[in-house]
């Protein structure tokens, strides 16, 4: 078993920036693909980044490409979410989950393909 715990989110006017952080426990960190996603009220849970276990391969979602940067310390148990630029439209609640059973080294924007998930953590922009 896995708990993800995501750093306190925030308020933050439009352009600015803010990093998210995510912290797992136990010893398996570096076996696992990491992923974020969002979910703003009255909306479904969208994919948002993704990271390979190595930490070599990331994916971004075409809303927060260029803007937001998914990267991982193994040796801290840590994956991050740098956002940049940000816009009132990427007020979510802000989740980090991890992959387990991911083959090939690669990543995944599925939600229903991550095994673990962490509490959520909340992100508004205002403009």
């Known amino acids: 078993q896995v708990q993800l715990v995501e750093s306190r989110g925030g308020l933050v006017q439009a352009g600015g920036s803010l990093r998210l952080a995510c912290t797992a426990s136990?010893?398996?960190?570096?076996?696992?693909?990491m992923g974020w996603f969002r979910q703003a009220p009255g909306k479904e849970r969208e994919f948002v980044a993704a990271i390979s276990r190595s930490g070599v391969i990331t994916y971004y979602a075409d809303s927060v490409k260029g803007r937001f940067t998914i990267a991982r310390e193994n040796a801290k148990n840590t994956v991050y979410l740098q956002m940049n630029s940000l816009k009132p439209e990427d007020t979510a609640v802000y989740f980090c989950a991890a992959n387990a059973n991911l083959r090939g080294g690669g990543v995944t924007t599925k939600a229903i393909e991550y095994d673990y998930w962490g509490q959520g953590t909340q992100v508004t922009v205002f403009s």
């Open positions: 136990g010893r398996t960190f570096s076996t696992y693909a």
